[in-house]
């Protein structure tokens, strides 16, 4: 079940982290998982480029996807987003539920098979239209060139909601790690604009440029994410310029008018305490708040193809709370 967001210190992140630390079903993924190298973006990327050639194939069945171009409102290149569609009737009067999805990668690396599986779940497991975003990679195209494309994504969805069977009054923003980082910035973004959310949905989010937690300067070994590939992960976005609040969410004067949020981390992951802070300041806010704090899991650790232990409880937690949320009939933030 959710629960609200821990008092400050009250979090388990300060042990040194060790294999046997882990929840037993994760020993073998990371024990598979090369480390994270993170010095070299062509590496990075010829490194994602092999997981996704030997990722196991994810059944369909019950999903149209389909591949399109959105195109921006004030030009640009044109966005490549991928939309999954349940196939099954929707049976919730006024539309489907939808959401803008963006991958995980550092702002450097991935695309719309990075989180195939994911967007598949979510689709077919809770009934609703994913519009998974190609956004533009850095250092090539740095911040704000990603948010951006997801802002266009965004915009083509609401303004399609119709044509897709989608309602309006019940659109997210989500992603994970990075992407987790592009969804809050997102939220901001809709809210500073007036553009109506419902809720957003952050897997171990990254949310802090400054690098200064506790948890972003101690996990310099931890598996998927470490210290030091955080720290050049902000140099690749940011390339020298000051983050604004759409970059690091954290450092938003106010969370005032977010929607209603879903937001986990893990124990062992650099970005834990940025997330713990972002889930006490919505709190405070008086923004709804899922929050959920894993202990012995990793980051990105329900990513992993297992069906078991912690990575199962994750999916039942997640389930649980979006199906409460579609359950519910609370206005959008901002204007519709």
């Known amino acids: 079940m959710s629960t609200s ?23 073998a993924a990371v024990r598979a998982t090369p480390a ?40 640009g ?46 689709c077919r497991e809770l009934g609703m239209t994913v519009v998974s975003v190609d956004y533009r990679l850095a250092p090539e195209n740095p911040f704000p060139a ?6 266009a994504a965004l915009r083509w969805l609401i303004e399609s909601a119709e044509a897709l069977g989608v309602d309006r009054t ?12 592009l969804a809050a910035g997102l939220a901001l973004r809709a809210r500073n604009e007036g553009v109506g959310l419902r809720w957003q949905y952050l897997g171990f989010p990254v949310l802090d440029a ?20 955080n720290q050049l992960m902000w140099e690749y976005y940011l390339q ?28 062992f992951d650099p970005l834990h305490d940025e997330a713990v802070r972002y889930a006490e300041r919505l709190k405070a806010a008086g923004v709804a708040t899922h929050f959920f704090d894993y202990p012995a899991a990793m980051h990105g650790f329900d990513s992993l193809p297992i069906e078991e232990g912690i990575v199962a409880r994750a999916r039942r937690d997640q389930t649980s709370v979006i199906q409460s949320i579609f359950a519910g009939d609370r206005p959008s933030a901002g204007r519709p």
């Not at 009067?93 to 550092?106: C, D, E, N, S, Y």
């Not at 450097?108 to 779940?121: I, Q, S």
């Not at 019940?170 to 980082?181: L, N, R």
């Not at 506790?214 to 070994?221: V, Y």
């Open 77 to 122: 290149p044109k966005v490549r987003v991928r939309l999954y569609e349940p196939e099954a009737p929707n049976a919730r009067k006024g539309g489907r539920p939808a959401m803008v999805f963006a991958h995980w990668g550092g702002f450097v690396v991935g695309g719309l098979k990075t989180e195939h599986r994911r967007c598949v779940w979510l």
């Open 170 to 181: 019940c659109i997210a923003v989500g992603g994970t790690s990075a992407g987790g980082g």
């Open 146 to 151: 990603g948010l951006d494309d997801c802002f």
């Open 240 to 267: 020298g310029k000051p983050p604004t609040e759409l970059a690091s969410p954290l450092s938003a004067a106010t969370l005032e008018g977010l929607p209603e949020t879903v937001l986990w981390t893990a124990e």
């Open 36 to 75: 994270v190298k993170f010095e070299s973006v062509f590496r990075a990327r010829f490194g994602i480029a092999l997981m996704h050639l030997f990722m196991p194939r994810v059944a369909t069945a019950g999903v149209r996807v389909r591949d399109q171009k959105v195109a921006p409102r004030a030009g």
């Open 210 to 229: 400054t690098c200064s937690t506790r948890s972003a300067t101690a996990h310099t070994d931890t598996p998927n994410w470490t210290a030091q590939a």
């Open 5 to 27: 967001p821990p008092e400050s210190g009250a979090a388990a992140v300060h042990r040194v982290y060790e294999l046997e630390h882990l929840a037993p079903e994760l020993h």
